[in-house]
């Protein structure tokens, strides 16, 4: 089953913050995140591992709550190269890169 | 270095016709998988592999094969197209390393079936 995200799309100033959540029924081992922009591949922004890990990636940071099953992306001061559709991928195991579960995607518009 | 190559960028196809998206990469990654992207749906696992000669199914493999002869090679064939296949394919690789690791993705194929 596909971890659910929200919201499915956020509009914001440049420098204004959002979160964007990912949830699971499932207990999970780690939770991926990337961006994608228009017409590109998906890009590696960082991965969260059980134990409730918390990472960041320049203004971009992650969080985990593995008792909850969730995981939250904070974007920070956003920057306009910050808009891209956001998705989380999960992984039930330590070795089941190969099964990761995507989100279907939040959508992130930054505005000057 | 060249990551993850998918070929072609651009297919159409009638239905009931057969054909092989191509996916390379040259990283010696152990973990390769392919994913279809659907508007509104995200990314939804196919067939992925752990190792050569080692395939196994995803979220949605009706339709599909795949085998892994090569560590450097993951082909993805479509064996009867249908419109419902009509989507932008991508192809991913990993390390396997003692944790799970990042995925690298192929630039996608975008694949129309008429």
């Known amino acids: 089953q596909q971890p659910v995200q929200s919201p499915q799309a956020v509009i914001l100033r440049e420098g204004e913050d959002a979160v964007i959540n990912c949830s699971s029924s499932?207990?999970?081992?780690?939770v991926h995140w990337y961006r994608q922009k228009h017409g590109e591949a998906p890009v590696f922004l960082m991965i969260?591992?059980?134990?409730?890990e918390q990472k960041g990636h320049d203004k971009i940071s992650a969080s985990f709550n593995e008792k909850k099953q969730q995981s939250s992306l904070y974007l920070t001061a956003s920057q306009l190269s910050y808009s891209g559709t956001y998705f989380c991928?999960?992984?039930?195991?330590?070795?089941?890169?190969?099964?990761?579960?995507f989100g279907a995607g939040t959508q992130v518009v930054v505005t000057p | 270095n060249a990551g993850v190559t998918q070929t072609p960028k651009f297919q159409v196809l009638k239905t009931g016709q057969s054909m092989t998206l191509q996916c390379a990469q040259d990283m010696n990654h152990e973990y390769m998988s392919w994913y279809r992207q659907d508007p509104g749906m995200g990314l939804r696992l196919i067939h992925y592999?752990?190792?050569?000669?080692?395939?196994d199914q995803g979220e949605v493999p009706n339709g599909y094969n795949v085998s892994r002869s090569t560590t450097e090679d993951f082909p993805l064939r479509l064996l009867s197209a249908a419109p419902s296949q009509t989507s932008v394919y991508f192809c991913?690789?990993?390390?396997?390393?003692?944790?799970?690791?990042?995925?690298?993705f192929g630039q996608g194929t975008r694949l129309t079936v008429v």
């Open positions: 969260l591992l059980k134990g409730g």
């Open positions: 991913a690789s990993s390390y396997r390393g003692p944790r799970n690791t990042e995925a690298f």
């Open positions: 499932k207990a999970l081992y780690s």
């Open positions: 991928g999960t992984a039930e195991a330590t070795d089941s890169w190969g099964k990761l579960q």
């Open positions: 592999s752990v190792g050569a000669g080692i395939t």
